[in-house]
Nanobody, 121 residues
């Protein structure tokens, strides 16, 4: 069992930056791939980024490639999402998840409660 708690969301102007954190508790955090997803009002949950257990393999949605960076610190049981050059269309609730590395939400077994990111124009 893994419990996930996101933090770091907030209100930022377009072009600004935020860093999201996802702290995990429970066993074997370092054995899980981790992912970030987001969901805007009226839209389906969409993949943002993921990385494998070591952080050596990463994947990004085309919409965030070059602007967002996912990384992890297994010693701190934490995964991060550094978000730069934010755009209004990045506004959403951001969720972290633990499971098997994939762009599909169905491959992740554990989810956090989400953190709101709002980008003003």
């Amino acid at each position: 069992q893994v419990q996930l708690v996101e933090s770091g969301g907030g209100l930022v102007q377009a072009g600004g930056s935020l860093r999201l954190s996802c702290a995990a508790s429970g066993r074997s955090f370092s054995s899980y791939a981790m992912g970030w997803f987001r969901q805007a009002p009226g839209k389906e949950r969409e993949f943002v980024a993921s990385l494998n257990w070591s952080g050596g393999t990463t994947y990004y949605a085309d919409s965030v490639k070059g602007r967002f960076t996912i990384y992890r610190d297994n010693g701190k049981n934490t995964v991060y999402l550094q978000m730069n050059s934010l755009k209004p269309e990045d506004t959403a609730v951001y969720y972290c998840a633990a499971g098997s590395i994939s762009t599909s939400p169905s491959r992740y077994n554990y989810w956090g409660q989400g953190t709101q990111v709002t980008v003003s124009s």
